[in-house]
């Protein structure tokens, strides 16, 4: 057998430094009827070729100034729809809901830097909402505030542990019937309509919050005046003292005018 089947022509580029193969001599071994070894020589690669893979990669140039292409806008921020305004309804429900207390109508207002006359037109509005609602509006006389519905009252008594509160006397009741329709009223006033003294059942009727002292009148000895209270209206389940029923005073013996005049 031959000692040179595996011999390889090899040269270097001159400016790169990488090996190329120029020739390459594959020795192959083909068995022909004698047993006798054929060389077979590849061509080499074309000249073109050969520069190419052996001329380095060309660097973009960067002393030439590039040009500026068009400036890219960037996308303008587009927001929501703002929130439409609250309606006059709204607001006043708002300032009612973090009153502590019934609020004047006129304070409404002045917040609101309305007319009263508008409160008044939102506060009917609210009213006709609030129908069949848990919460509902409380008038007494110029103020108003957010109060729970009346037929709530024994849920929200049991949801707070309250305690049911004892029914009034009968003379509770006719002490705080006269003080409802006649007020503002002074004691004095009420024992002359009831014939009896009624100090004690005012001083109770002012312990449960159902009336309060409202100023004193310009008369002898300047007695206190007593008016109901809200807690009055929310006791009883109603929204106003417009609501209390309507007196029919026909068939009762009439005493003289001065008797509530002091």
Do not use: C
């Not at 580029?13 to 390459?24: F, Y």
């Not at 594959?26 to 020589?41: F, L, P």
């Not at 309305?114 to 409160?119: D, E, G, H, L, T």
């Not at 919460?135 to 505030?145: E, N, Y």
């Amino acid at each position: 057998m031959p000692s040179d089947y595996n011999t390889h022509d090899v040269s270097r580029s001159a400016n790169g430094g990488e090996e190329n193969v120029v020739a390459a001599e594959v020795i192959a071994a083909n068995a022909i009827g004698n047993n006798e070894w054929k060389r077979i020589v590849l061509p080499s690669a074309p000249a073109d070729r050969r520069n190419a893979e052996a001329a380095p990669a060309e660097e973009p140039r960067t002393d030439e100034p590039m040009e500026a292409g068009p400036p890219v806008e960037e996308p303008a921020l587009t927001l929501g729809p703002l929130p439409d305004s609250l309606s006059l309804e709204a607001l006043v429900e708002s300032l009612l809901f973090v009153a502590e207390e019934a609020v004047p109508i006129a304070r409404l207002a002045e917040a609101l830097e309305v007319k009263p006359a508008q409160v008044e037109a939102a506060l009917s509005s609210l009213a006709q909402h609030y129908v069949g609602r848990g919460i509902s509006l409380q008038r007494i006389k110029d103020k108003v505030q957010l109060t729970t519905a009346p037929a709530a009252a024994a849920h929200v008594q049991r949801f707070l542990g309250l305690a049911a509160s004892a029914p009034l006397s009968r003379a509770a009741l006719e002490t705080l019937a006269i003080i409802a329709y006649q007020q503002p009223v002074t004691r004095p006033q009420v024992e002359a309509i009831r014939g009896v003294n009624s100090d004690s059942v005012i001083k109770n009727l002012l312990s449960k919050g159902l009336i309060e002292e409202a100023g004193r009148t310009e008369g002898p000895g300047r007695p206190v005046l007593y008016v109901t209270t809200p807690e009055f209206l929310q006791h009883f389940g109603l929204t106003s003292l417009e609501e209390l029923p309507p007196l029919n005073l026909e068939n009762v013996k009439r005493e003289p005018a001065d008797i509530l005049k002091g």
